[in-house]
């Protein structure tokens, strides 16, 4: 993600060398299987994570609207659509990063929800049947103002805090758009920032970094000088008090990265 220092993601069914902003040394992710019954071509399928790039699937076309709120969570993997009734193009697993996987959505018809995913390109989007998954709604909202490098949390219209943050530099920017908080992670060993909070979306102009594909999180930073400036590989730095806000967020809570 880019984190600002390495990390090592080993998994039972995945290994990765530093995977930037998302996994803390000596924290493994779960490999998560398909569900019971699911067929040897859907298996086959790429599996819409941090770690994957897929194709065939729809952009997010209104990248600065207000989400719902409205967020699911598949208890096992599901398929993911082009279209409803379509054929499927990925899996969705019920966990990665450690976490269980919510996703914000976007669009619902009859019996179908098109989600944000976690993948490569940024803003791509899928739809995955209703029945199965577990639904709720984050009255909360995380919104980054790149140009006065500020961050507000909301809760409903209730204003959390609004803190001076350190965004990505310019040749490592932050990613604009509407993404959502996908993990939280602690580091058993002391690190530059208690938590990372991994986010579904990744640098533009870093396709690797230490290793990992790129994904940008909020984490902590102990030198407080760095807020107010865009120094960062693309991650949102924010102060102590910011984090401790955003960990309390649900997954899939909407986040918006503005100019």
């Given at each position: 993600m880019?984190?600002d220092?390495?990390?090592?993601?080993?998994?039972?069914?995945l290994?990765?060398?530093?995977l930037?902003?998302s996994?803390?040394?000596?924290?493994?992710?779960s490999?998560?299987?398909?569900?019971?019954?699911a067929?040897?071509?859907?298996?086959?399928?790429?599996?819409?994570?941090?770690?994957?790039?897929?194709?065939g699937?729809?952009?997010?076309?209104?990248?600065?609207?207000?989400?719902?709120?409205?967020?699911?969570?598949?208890?096992?993997?599901?398929?993911?659509?082009?279209?409803?009734?379509?054929?499927?193009?990925?899996?969705?697993?019920?966990?990665?990063?450690?976490?269980?996987?919510?996703?914000?959505?976007?669009?619902?018809?009859?019996?179908?929800?098109?989600?944000?995913?976690?993948?490569?390109?940024?803003?791509?989007?899928?739809?995955?049947?209703?029945?199965?998954?577990?639904?709720?709604?984050?009255?909360?909202r995380?919104?980054?103002?790149?140009?006065?490098?500020?961050?507000?949390?909301?809760?409903?219209?209730?204003?959390?805090?609004?803190?001076?943050v350190?965004?990505?530099?310019?040749?490592?920017?932050?990613?604009?758009?509407?993404?959502?908080?996908?993990?939280?992670?602690?580091?058993?060993?002391?690190?530059?920032?208690?938590?990372?909070?991994?986010?579904?979306?990744?640098?533009?102009?870093?396709?690797?970094f230490?290793?990992?594909?790129?994904?940008?999180?909020?984490h902590?930073?102990?030198d407080?000088?760095?807020?107010g400036?865009?120094?960062?590989?693309?991650?949102?730095?924010?102060?102590?008090?910011?984090l401790?806000?955003?960990?309390?967020?649900?997954?899939?809570?909407?986040?918006?990265?503005?100019?």
């Open positions: 880019p984190l220092a390495p990390y090592r993601l080993i998994g039972a069914a290994v990765a060398t530093s930037v902003a996994t803390p040394a000596g924290v493994a992710a490999p998560v299987a398909p569900a019971s019954g067929s040897i071509a859907a298996t086959a399928l790429p599996q819409a994570t941090t770690f994957t790039e897929l194709s699937l729809p952009q997010d076309t209104d990248t600065f609207g207000k989400l719902s709120g409205v967020v699911v969570h598949p208890t096992r993997a599901v398929a993911v659509h082009a279209s409803p009734g379509g054929r499927p193009a990925a899996t969705l697993p019920a966990k990665q990063l450690g976490s269980q996987t919510w996703v914000p959505v976007v669009e619902g018809r009859k019996g179908w929800y098109r989600v944000l995913l976690p993948s490569k390109p940024n803003h791509v989007t899928g739809w995955i049947k209703a029945k199965g998954l577990k639904k709720a709604r984050s009255r909360y995380a919104i980054v103002k790149l140009g006065t490098r500020q961050l507000t949390v909301m809760n409903a219209n209730k204003k959390l805090g609004t803190w001076t350190a965004v990505g530099g310019p040749e490592t920017p932050t990613p604009v758009g509407r993404t959502f908080m996908l993990a939280v992670m602690s580091p058993k060993k002391k690190t530059y920032s208690p938590l990372i909070l991994p986010l579904g979306t990744h640098s533009a102009t870093l396709d690797t230490g290793g990992g594909p790129g994904t940008v999180a909020f902590g930073w102990p407080r000088k760095v807020f400036q865009a120094v960062t590989h693309g991650c949102v730095r924010v102060p102590a008090r910011a401790k806000v955003l960990a309390g967020l649900p997954l899939g809570t909407p986040v918006l990265i503005a100019p």
